[in-house]
């Protein structure tokens, strides 16, 4: 486990979240891992296991065959499995239309719903195109909805107030995201996934998520399960008590986390977006096409060229990440009380008490 590292006046990961989330002077990411290039030290390669898997099942939810996957264990964090970039290419721009086309529509609930009524919360992205095309979104002008979102729960929505999830308010995962998550986790060897709730949550190149652990779900012995998209993240890993010192990495576009075992209560937070060298502002890897026709039966299917490039243009500024969770172990259901799972410590209040906001507005304690 990460070493505790307590240092005088500010502990060792709260030091490190405003140094990466400082403006000015830029911070120094030489410390950063980037696992996308050959590092050793802290990394080991993970091997692992394609046969609970049909090979044909996995290019269907557009990923490469797992052999050919690039993934890898930090020494110190039993559990923790980050696979480099497994899509197969062209098929990120359908997870990401998905997660900005299709899963801020209702009935999932966003940020928006904290303060609008649902009339104006419908259909963000028709809203937003309209908007996007009729005068472009130049500096000085209202931010569209689509720029305006935050986070988006699925299936057992997420209560940032309680920070419990109950059965009152369940609606239907995406089956295509659930069967995403089922193949990525009985790689990793969880088979029986059963992907019940999603966090998603929108970056814009300004915004962090605060310290926190995911310990709402009920079973742990499940893994959290993390999609990213977009601009990349500097992503703190922490240890199991909050002030534990972290370690930093890049999380690039397509990249995929996963936190089982003792990592899946670890302490960690998102404390900056690194922004795109300028003219060069989309990954490559989010460029990309298809490069086979998809059949009816894939999951992922092509994404109009109008979708991406409205997709494109909020990727520019903007990073996406999904966080896929089961909630309950199985044949578990929820108690009759949710009050002895109200955590006490799960999320971090605002960076120094500034810029307090609601909870059930800004998720995660986040800053933009
Ligand atoms: O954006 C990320 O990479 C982390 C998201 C996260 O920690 C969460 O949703 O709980
Ligand atoms: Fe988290």
Redesign the pocket.
Known sequence: MAASIAEHGEDAFRKLFKQYKRRNPPPDFSEVINLSKPCKDKVFTCELNSAPIIEEDVSKAGLRPVKDWRAFGLHGYPGFIFICNPFLPGSQQYWVKQCLKIYPRKPNVCNLDMHMSSVETENIWEKSIDVIRRKGCGKGEPKTLLEKLRWVTLGYHYDWNSKTYSPDHYTPFPKELHSLSHKVAAACGFPGFNAEAG?L?Y?RSDSS?GI?V?ESELDHTRP?L?F?FGQT?V?LLGGTKREDRPTAMF?NSGDI?VMSGPSRLLY???PCIVSAPAGNMLPPCLGQRLETEVQDDDIIQSVSEEDWDVCSWYLQTS?V?V?VRQVLASGQTFPDSQASHLSTDSCEKSEEGKNKKRKSESG?ERDT
């Open positions: 966090i949550n970056y998520l926190h995911d959290l993390s990213s993240a992503f999380m986390m960690h937070a998102v990073r990440n966080t995660y």
